[in-house]
């Protein structure tokens, strides 16, 4: 039998989990972007101009961060709210002023913008300890580099992670996290996990984020195995997005380096956001040798082959562990979960090993995509732009598909 024509009835407890993320949310994707097409695109569609995500950031609030212009003109003449709230009290105008975009400043303020932190400096990372009680902070996780523990911060529910002393006793190192943690500030998008500061005590490195409670994609997929193919697409736009973001950061990358299940989180409005860059360093673009990394850092199990062979690497890398991550969403965890992640890693870097693909679980333009994902030539891998271009193609066709009544779990696009 031909296995690309097989089809199969889905079983009834895999129906869509979610249909919305391709959607309107795509306005706040290409706003932060500088696609002004695919902003106009979304506007004519009706999408509406105001349109909020779980942080209550508008579509001008990233074009404002990102410095694009030709966006924050098009949004305002569509009826964008200048003066709009996030859940920090940040105005477009305060972003604009934070990121030093002169030009979206003047714009935003002759249409009546204002910056409610505009007569203080940009607020700094550092929180006194006495606003935050880590006595009554309730234990909900462990972490890479230490534990997750649910406190309460200025009447807001927030995630605060230790750094283990083993790491933070050493000056060097902690100076080295302060300075992840002071660019993390500094991002802003939809798809990335919101830092909110570093308390401020001498025996221990404690930081703050937003505090997500319906956990990460590892927890979903422990709880509830493969999810139907229009989530895992649209959850893999999600991821990309936000990686996406990191990469095009300027002047310099951002490599996460350790991208796992784990390290993507959901929001109440059930889209994920992409944690956790304290490994993450700046790509220096201009050393044309890139960075050595041990083959300790990172979680094997979703680690590229150069890493692992201790070779240069580039921001390809976390290409590598993404298609691994989509994979396991349509699978339902790794197909190797009985094998140790150091022996995994192994057979990837010198036996080239990568997980199989069953037709009758894995879309073709999926199987196509995830084998250039993890391609062992990392020149070869494609950028997160073009993953989500090809995701957003993919995302479509199957919504047409289930439109037209067809089998979306095993459907051959």
């Known amino acids: 039998m031909d296995e690309n024509k097989l089809h199969l009835s889905p079983p009834k407890q895999m129906l869509p989990q979610r249909m919305d993320s391709g959607g309107p949310y795509r306005l706040l994707h290409c706003s932060g972007l500088g696609d002004k097409e695919g902003v106009m695109q979304e506007l004519g569609k009706g999408v509406e101009p105001n349109l909020v995500d779980y942080d209550r950031r508008t579509a001008l609030h990233l074009a404002a961060s990102e410095g694009c212009v030709e966006i924050v003109v098009l949004l305002l003449e569509k009826g964008a709210d200048v003066n709009s709230t996030d859940r920090w009290g940040r105005t477009p105008l305060s972003d604009a002023c934070n990121f030093g975009h002169k030009d979206v400043c003047k714009i935003l303020g002759a249409h009546g913008g204002y910056d409610p932190l505009g007569d203080s400096p940009t607020p700094c990372c550092i929180i006194d300890h006495g606003e935050v009680d880590m006595k009554d902070a309730a234990l909900i996780g462990e972490g890479a580099y230490g534990e997750v523990y649910l406190v309460k911060w ?63 994609l590892y927890d979903q997929l422990r709880k509830k195995g493969r999810l139907d193919p229009l989530t895992a697409v649209a959850y893999a736009l999600d991821i990309a997005r936000g990686m996406n973001y990191l990469h095009q950061h300027k002047p310099h990358a951002i490599i996460h380096r350790d991208l796992t299940p784990r390290n993507v989180l959901q929001d109440e409005a059930g889209h994920l956001k992409v944690t956790d860059f304290g490994l993450s360093k700046i790509a220096q673009q201009k050393d044309s040798y890139g960075y050595k990394m041990t083959g300790g850092t990172g979680s094997y199990r979703y680690m590229a082959p150069e890493v692992y062979r201790r070779e240069s690497y580039g921001k390809s890398v976390d290409v590598f562990s993404f298609a ?90």
């Open 154 to 216: 200025r009447g807001t529910e927030v995630a605060a992670k230790t750094i283990r002393a083993s790491i933070a006793s050493n000056p060097m190192v902690k100076n080295a996290f302060l300075k992840e943690l002071a660019l993390w500030q500094k991002l802003r998008h939809p798809n990335i996990v919101q830092f909110l500061g570093v308390l401020k005590q001498s025996d221990r490195l404690i930081f703050l984020t937003e505090y997500l409670r319906n956990g990460s």
């Open 324 to 413: 691994l991550i989509v994979h396991e969403m349509f699978q339902g965890g790794p197909s190797n979960r009985e094998a140790a992640p150091e022996t995994v890693a192994d057979k990837t870097a010198y036996e080239d090993y990568r997980p199989h693909l069953a037709s009758y679980i894995f879309p073709e333009p999926v199987k196509t995509l995830l084998r250039e994902c993890w391609h062992k030539n990392p020149d070869r891998r494609p950028s997160f732009q073009e993953i989500i271009e090809r995701l957003e193609k993919i995302y479509e066709t199957m919504q047409d598909k289930i439109v037209l009544g067809t089998c979306c779990s095993c459907m051959i696009l």
